[in-house]
């Protein structure tokens, strides 16, 4: 145990100051988008709001969630994270296990290794990547937004360096029992990873989530956006030329900055839903996934 020296105080004074901080740095923007949906159009017009509703009303998000194309675009978003998530951590997985054995057991191991690693750092550049999306048929589907994307490399070298910690004297033991490479994966190596497996679930939620890019050069209808790309063009581009005449007539009660305010709010709160759940195997697993053990 650790005595309690002034400088020691000082230090853990300054620390937990320094994080609370960083903290505070993080949520405060997302408590203004939320006061600022909550209020009047007036208040927000005014920039009068800080951290807390002036004037609380429900009228940006009643108009945001009867609209037809953002509650589309969200159930878009919705199964390409299902989707995504569910086919990377597939074929990560069996990316990962065979890369993460030795030469001897895996002839040009080396080699696929390095194929991979490739990847990150040369590519053929964003005409090529969409000529050879277009050129599968997949443009304006949502497999489009799926299988580019499925295998992300530092997902596997994450979760490769972490098969290489753990012990293999467990793998031995299931080829004692007749077990074969496909029962040591999905009986040991799977189950033993879940921090690693957590942290990389989470990445690749989040990545599909946020993603806006690909939605807005693979999908040549607005219709077929996914969420983010939908808050793309009406928040960035400011792009209100889909709405019919009943929703701009609608807009006289909503202030332009609450209505982008509410958007935003809701198109981050699955996240922010699920991350609590995953946090606690986040540190665990970037630790122990990002050296070999």
Known sequence: MHLMTPGRKVFLVLNYTLLIGIGLLCLLPIVHILAVSLSSKG????????LWPIEFTWSSYEYVLNRPQFLASMWISVQRVLLGTAISMLLTLLTAYPLSKESSQFRFRTGYAWFFVFTTLFSGGLIPWYVTVRDTGLVDTLWALIIPNAVGVFNVILLLNFFRGLPKELEESCF?????????????????????????TLFTMVGHWNSWFDGL???????????????????VQEDLSHMNADQAAAMADVSNRTFKAAQIFVGSLPILVVYPFLQ????KGIVLGSVKG
Do not use: C, H
């Open 43 to 50: 208040a927000a017009t005014t920039g009068a709001v800080k």
């Open 176 to 200: 004692i029992d007749g077990g074969s490479y496909w029962t040591s994966l999905w009986k040991i190596y799977a189950p033993l990873s879940l921090p690693s497996l957590a942290t990389v």
């Open 217 to 235: 050069i693979l999908m040549n209808s607005p219709d077929n956006y996914p969420l983010s790309s939908y808050l793309q063009t009406v928040i």
């Open 280 to 283: 606690r195997y986040f540190v």
